[in-house]
């Protein structure tokens, strides 16, 4: 296993700008939630921070708007057939418009001070993995990265001394929580999770829970895939597998509380017996400001938090039986190889089915489950050697979750 020492004066050194210059940004995910909130910070401090390449999918009309408020060098879209439209767009501005996947890695791999990799899903893989193999230092907030090819992702890190900073919030404040030199002193991190919508639901009633009722997350606004895994808890259980490959800790040392008012984000516990914790408004502007700013300290315009007026700070271990998608994933990563890439991909297909109507709330799971089991027997667990070998276990699992979705979205019906 990889495992990074996350203290400041680590090697490598963190890539810092010019004397006087701002520190020059590439944004992958350019016009998602992330990538917005990270132009937020941008814009606020344009002496500090200037977007270097800015990088999306099919949002023709959301990059243009974001190129031309920011001027960034270059502007580039995942699809192909948009490159003359963003082209045309952006003509007479003096951005350099390209599009395709190629564009796309040479984006991701042109020289940057910090790359913050927000793409969401697994077409965020290969550019991120692009800006590793580049030695760049990454800001990381695609998921996939980990989940699907955590060994390889992190092995390649090391390999090309790209420094990795975690963006999460979960990630970022146990980052923070790591004392310089102290690392084998870690006992246990902890990882806290609001609950969702259906923290204290029965099952009869998340049995008929519907899309609209699961994507009313009650502290953040997320894209519709988080915030149905959030409902699920799997989103917790991707971020335990994500802690597992970033810090080089044992799935056993690391749990999971829920914490309603989410202002705890993550906890480091140490052999003394000491407890570090990260708090924050639940603001996704908090852990991108450090990321941005790195090693040093910045400002972000979030709420500052007033213990006192908050008065209590409740927290509880989760249920596996109401949740049993958590426990899925503690499954895969005991598992390792390929299993947390089935897990993904069957995720998926099954928040897909379910924001359809083809399947209910708490076939998600099911749905999961039975695409594990097949896919394990299927073989499908082995370490992939390479990118190549996920992306097949990764068709490989959506196969499988497709022939097994019929089955259930019957049972719905």
């Not at 998602?32 to 977007?51: A, H, K, M, Q």
């Not at 597998?241 to 999971?256: N, Q, S």
Request: one cysteine or more; hydrophobic letters at 50%.
């Amino acid at each position: 296993m990889v495992s990074f020492d996350f203290s400041p004066d680590a090697e490598p050194p963190f890539a810092m700008p010019a004397a006087g210059g701002p520190r020059r940004i590439t944004l992958l995910g350019a016009t998602g939630s992330i990538g917005r909130s990270t132009l937020d910070l941008v814009g606020r401090e344009p002496e500090r921070f200037r977007i270097e390449s800015m990088v999306a999918g099919r949002d023709l009309a959301g990059l243009v708007a974001a190129a031309r408020t920011f001027r960034p060098a270059r502007a580039v879209l995942a699809e192909p057939s948009l490159h003359g439209a963003l082209k045309d767009a952006l003509s007479g501005t003096g951005i350099a418009a390209a599009a395709g996947p190629e564009a796309v890695l040479e984006a991701a791999s042109a020289p940057a001070d910090l790359v913050v990799a927000a793409i969401v899903g697994a077409a965020g893989l290969g550019p991120t993995l692009a800006a590793v193999h580049a030695g760049l230092p990454i800001a990381l907030a695609t998921k996939e990265c980990l989940v699907a090819a955590g060994r390889l992702f992190m092995a390649a890190a090391a390999r090309h001394k790209a420094r990795i900073l975690p963006l999460d919030s979960e990630h970022n404040a146990i980052f923070q929580g790591f004392e310089a030199g102290n690392a084998a002193a870690v006992e246990r991190i902890v990882l806290t999770a609001s609950g969702g919508p259906f923290r204290t639901a029965t099952i009869a009633e998340m049995a008929r829970a519907t899309p609209e009722q699961a994507l009313k997350h009650p502290n953040y606004a997320m894209g519709s895939r988080i915030t149905i895994d959030s409902a699920t808890l799997l989103n917790k259980g991707l971020e335990v597998i994500e802690a597992h490959h970033l810090f080089g800790i044992p799935g056993d040392r690391i749990d999971v509380l829920v914490h309603p008012q989410q202002l705890v984000h993550g906890m480091v516990a140490y052999g003394d017996g000491s407890l570090v914790a990260g708090l924050a408004a639940p603001d996704m502007r908090t852990p991108i400001a450090h990321c941005l700013n790195w090693p040093d300290r910045g400002r972000a315009p979030t709420r500052r938090l007033d213990l006192g007026e908050i008065g209590t700070l409740t927290f509880e271990k989760p249920d596996l039986v109401r949740f049993p998608a958590l426990a899925l994933a503690y499954r895969a990563l005991a598992a390792g190889g390929g299993a947390s890439a089935v897990l993904n991909a069957a995720d998926e297909i099954a928040v897909a089915a379910f924001l359809a109507r083809r399947i209910g709330f708490l076939d998600i799971a099911r749905l999961v489950e039975t695409t594990l089991d097949r896919a394990s027997a299927a073989g499908l667990f082995a370490e992939p050697a390479d990118l190549e070998a996920v992306a097949m276990v990764d068709t490989q699992a959506r196969r499988l979750a497709d022939e097994i979705l019929p089955h259930l979205a019957a049972k719905t019906g």
